[in-house]
């Protein structure tokens, strides 16, 4: 039996010197904004793999650790409960940023009847109408699909609104992402396509599973335009998704943002992510974190170890509120198996 070839190193963002004064443009509030944001999916997810581990969250569960420059940096161009935002089943982060309650979240990840789906989504299928989240999404690359169709409401009801569409490197190679990319290029569609490269799927390098690793230029047999975005420097994101919705808006059709991003956890909570190396992970946390990064940004800009603690603290105690909430609410009743089912017109 042939042996698989040795799993090459994932190709990460070049290290960059952080800087206000020459870089992207953001002020101290601004920043304090994403440094919140931020620090609250990390704390959140750390908590929720805890509970995991306790038993205490059920099924799968795949965090967002790592990836927090991503959503928070995308929030910052979405009009909450106007456009809309859709993704697969890593979905936690993506939640907290549109600005879901995260009692409402750790509930649902627990199953118990105060989450946002009433306990009957669990980890990977929550939505939130009142945010524009339409939902985690479990089949790799629905959530594509899905996406190009809200994108098309919009355009047929001519309400301005654009589709945030996520999806993974992984999911770039389905199908059905190239019939909607087909689609939407056909119709100028309003759909931002986010690709969250974090390099290793579900376990395989891009390199050993890609014939090409340029996932930004996926579009360009469909004349969708792209671009390549370091993940890891939330102002970057924030940047560029801007320049994507401004022209989307305007009737210019979709595009689409490869994010080079990163997770420090397995694929999901029962990965032990062996296919990569120990050093090779601290490097990136050591030299790439996207929160290290907002505070060497703060630093530059004054903000002060009181006015960072203050967050630490408040967030702190927001998750602790959310997980106090998810055990203290009861499980649904078994008749709740029997709503939500059909929607009556």
Request: with cysteine.
């Given at each position: ?33 994403y440094y919140?944001?931020m620090v ?33 940096g ?44 009433k ?8 939505f ?6 339409y ?32 999806f993974?490197?992984?999911?770039s190679n389905?199908?059905?992402v ?6 939407a ?55 560029a ?9 305007e ?5 689409i ?21 120990k ?11 996207p929160?290290d990064?907002v ?8 903000a ?14 927001i998750?602790?509120?959310?997980v ?11 008749s ?9 017109a």
């Open positions: 039996m042939a042996k698989a070839p040795a799993a090459k190193s994932a190709q990460k963002p070049a290290a960059k010197e952080a800087s206000i004064s020459n870089g992207p443009q953001a002020s101290k509030e601004e920043l304090l904004r919140r944001e609250l999916i990390r704390r959140f997810e750390e908590r929720a793999g805890q509970l995991y581990g306790m038993g205490l969250i059920g099924g799968f569960c795949h965090l967002y650790i790592g990836q927090e420059a991503v959503a928070v995308v929030q910052e161009s979405v009009k909450p409960g106007h456009d809309k935002i859709i993704t697969g089943y890593r979905d936690h982060g993506h939640m907290l940023a549109a600005g879901m309650d995260p009692k409402e979240v750790m509930a649902e990840l627990t199953g118990r009847i105060g989450g946002s789906s306990g009957k989504g669990g980890s990977m299928h929550m939130d109408v009142p945010t524009g989240f939902g985690g999404h479990g089949i790799v690359g629905a959530q594509v699909a899905l996406g190009t169709g809200l994108a098309f409401a919009g355009k047929y009801r001519g309400d301005d609104s654009v589709a945030f569409v996520y993974g490197d992984g999911a389905q199908g059905q190239y019939e909607s990319f087909n689609m290029q056909l119709w100028k569609l309003p759909a931002i396509y986010i690709i969250e490269n974090n390099q290793y799927a579900m376990g395989t390098s891009i390199e050993r599973s890609s014939s090409t690793t340029e996932l930004a230029q996926r579009g360009a047999s469909f004349g969708i335009p792209g671009e390549q975005v370091d993940g890891m420097d939330v102002i970057a994101v924030r940047d998704v801007a320049k994507a919705v401004k022209r989307a808006r009737g210019g059709g979709p595009y943002l490869e994010v080079k991003t990163y997770r420090y956890r397995g694929h999901s909570m029962s990965d032990p992510a062996k296919y990569r190396t050093e090779e992970v601290d490097e990136v946390k050591k030299t790439r974190d929160i990064h505070k060497m940004l703060l630093e530059q800009a004054k002060t170890e009181d006015e960072l603690k203050a967050i630490d603290n408040e967030i702190k105690a998750v602790a509120e959310a106090q909430f998810a055990q203290e609410s009861p499980e649904p009743d078994p709740e198996l029997y709503t939500d089912v059909y929607v009556e």
